[in-house]
């Protein structure tokens, strides 16, 4: 069975920084594009940043763009989020995903939580 | 960036009864392809999302039949032929035609 599984989340002060990690197992991670999606609470879910397969090629929404770093390693079947310069807005439970444009592919971890607050 | 309209907000709908969600985006979710990336989501009661449908018609593996995706171009329909009381939550239509990838408000679907 295809899994994924987050870690990093909690409290953090306006201005810090947080790593998250996402760990694939049940399948090998490198075929697929990965995603990190986050929902605020009471909110639908927002597409933050994806990565392709050999990480050459990485997207990232305006609101994150020079504060936020995807990254993975492919050898620990693993996706990373690197958020620096945390605000208030970045609140969310942020779930890493797999999900395939061309196919019946769409895997999601159970998502972190991440609250920015003094 | 492409802007998802969903309607309604809210869906009361009665056990065994059909239900239809709309979405219109803010542009053609034709891509240079040829195909158009429009995809269905279900979000139960603290789950994570689920995808259900994707390139508008498509069901996604183990998606019961009842439910099935229509549409082009910028307008775009979800159908549950007959409710059930699983079927209670939030559904998002979202689109990957356009970076960033981008999702509607959401409609909740309740049971009356």
């Known amino acids: 069975e295809m899994q994924l599984v987050e870690s990093g989340g909690g409290l953090v002060l306006p201005g810090g920084s947080l790593s998250l990690s996402c760990v694939a197992s049940?399948?090998?991670?490198?075929?697929?594009?990965m995603h990190w999606v986050r929902q605020a609470p009471g909110k639908g879910p927002e597409w933050v940043a994806n990565?392709?397969?050999?990480?050459?090629?990485?997207y990232y929404v305006d609101s994150v763009k020079g504060r936020f770093t995807i990254s993975r390693d492919n050898a620990k079947n693993s996706l990373y989020l690197q958020m620096n310069s945390l605000r208030a807005d970045d609140t969310a439970v942020y779930y890493c995903?797999?999900?395939?444009?061309?196919?019946?592919?769409?895997?999601w971890g159970q998502g972190t939580t991440v609250t920015v607050s003094s | 960036d492409v802007v998802m309209t969903q309607s309604p907000v809210s869906l009361p709908v009665t056990l065994g009864q059909p239900a239809s969600i709309s979405c219109i985006s803010s542009?053609?979710?034709?891509?240079?392809?040829?195909?158009?990336?429009l995809n269905w989501f279900q979000q139960r009661p603290g789950q994570s999302p689920r995808r259900l449908i994707y390139k508008v018609s498509k069901r996604d593996s183990g998606v019961p039949d009842r439910f099935s995706g229509s549409g082009s171009g910028t307008d775009f329909t979800l159908k549950i032929s007959r409710v059930e009381a699983e079927d209670v939550g939030v559904y998002y239509c979202m689109q990957d035609t356009h970076w960033p990838w981008t999702f509607g408000q959401g409609t909740k679907v309740e049971i009356k």
């Open positions: 542009r053609s979710l034709v891509n240079s392809d040829g195909n158009t990336y």
């Open positions: 049940g399948f090998t991670s490198n075929r697929y594009w």
């Open positions: 990565i392709k397969q050999d990480g050459s090629e990485k």
């Open positions: 995903a797999i999900v395939n444009r061309g196919d019946s592919t769409d895997v």
